[in-house]
């Protein structure tokens, strides 16, 4: 049996087909290229019944993979994160049925891990010599760090403001790493350049190859296969290019077409900053894709993304679910860091604690009911993203004393 029923490469614009077995960026349009596996070869040769007794990583999908021969995966032991209940923050927000898919517990402290995971293998298989991308700093980080274990060289550029620590990941796992004094899209465009002119380099910005969707879309199968193959109502995905929420639909249409969950969706929500919201107006203008948003600032960095390509396929993706979009402050976004922290002993990223602030947002609205099953992303852990809490703590004299309680 194959460990991949990959069969081929469509284009998300025009449903073109591609070949799979050779290095590919976007298609002749400059659309992202979609995998496409042989459905009907994996409901044949493997069961949930047999992937429930795999081990707890992401490859248990490995026939819904990319990598055709296990030689080739490149791991860290990435996956199967847990869904927790958060009981006493969902209490706090009028949804009690609400669970944390907790990304923060992944290799590289960021989901970043499982698109850069299958993406690097997938580049090993097909004998790329580098990968080159601009990130907003875990991209780059979990990139470089999988490109050194599969032992290919990476060339990676982020802005300045990029969390500091994830500078520190690329160099100590031997990136070639370059600052920019600009955004994501200043970075993206000097990237490409280089690409053009160092052969064997590969260029894997967000949806510019096709693999790391690949990874990410199995969030969607562990959170289907961790609820015993049912899926939530409501899943509420922090957006920065798109990818992870693009990966989840996918995800659920496949496992739809394989029969192996019913027909639901679950409604997906496109969560954004008030800083950086250019997917939220199109959707709320009724627009197919978004504008690219000047000056965009929020301290949300994944999800600092003016532009995304994807952004079509976003807007479909929430279109087709029931699905809505929602940008929330950094005010918000700081205030629910501190919130679940309290409530559950999770500090969470700020991407995650975006989600939570529009599931509080969405609940008194009433676009979420009370009885509904709802799943947020935590994207990463928090300890990438100290300069979010403020320590303002008194310092004792070494003779002195504990002030008394209370
Ligand atoms: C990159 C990132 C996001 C956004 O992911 P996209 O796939 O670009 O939408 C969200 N949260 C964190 C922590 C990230 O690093």
Redesign the pocket.
Known sequence: MPYSSLSHLECSRTAKRYEADQVQGVSEVGAPLLVRYDLDEVRANVTPEEIAGRPHDLWRYHELLPVRDPANVTTLGEGMTPLLPIPTYGAQIGVPHLLMKDEGLIPTG???ARGAAVGVSRARELGVKAVAMPT????GAAWSVYAARAGIGSLIVMPVDAPEITRRECVVSGAELYLVDGLINHAGALVKAAVEERPGYQEVS?LKEPYRIEG?KTMGYEIAEQLGWQVPDVILY????????IGIHKAMKELQELGWIGPKLPRLVCVQSTGCPPIVDAFHAGLDESTLVEGTRTLAF??N?PKALGDFLVLQAVRESGGTAIAVSDETILAEVSALARAEGAWI?P?GAACLAAARELRQSGWIGEQERVVVLN??SGLKYPETVQVDVPVLERDGTVPTAG
């Open positions: 960021s989901f970043k907003n700093g875990n991209a967000t990410k922090p957006a920065g290019g798109g990818v992870g929420l994944g999800i993304v990223c991407e994207t990463g």
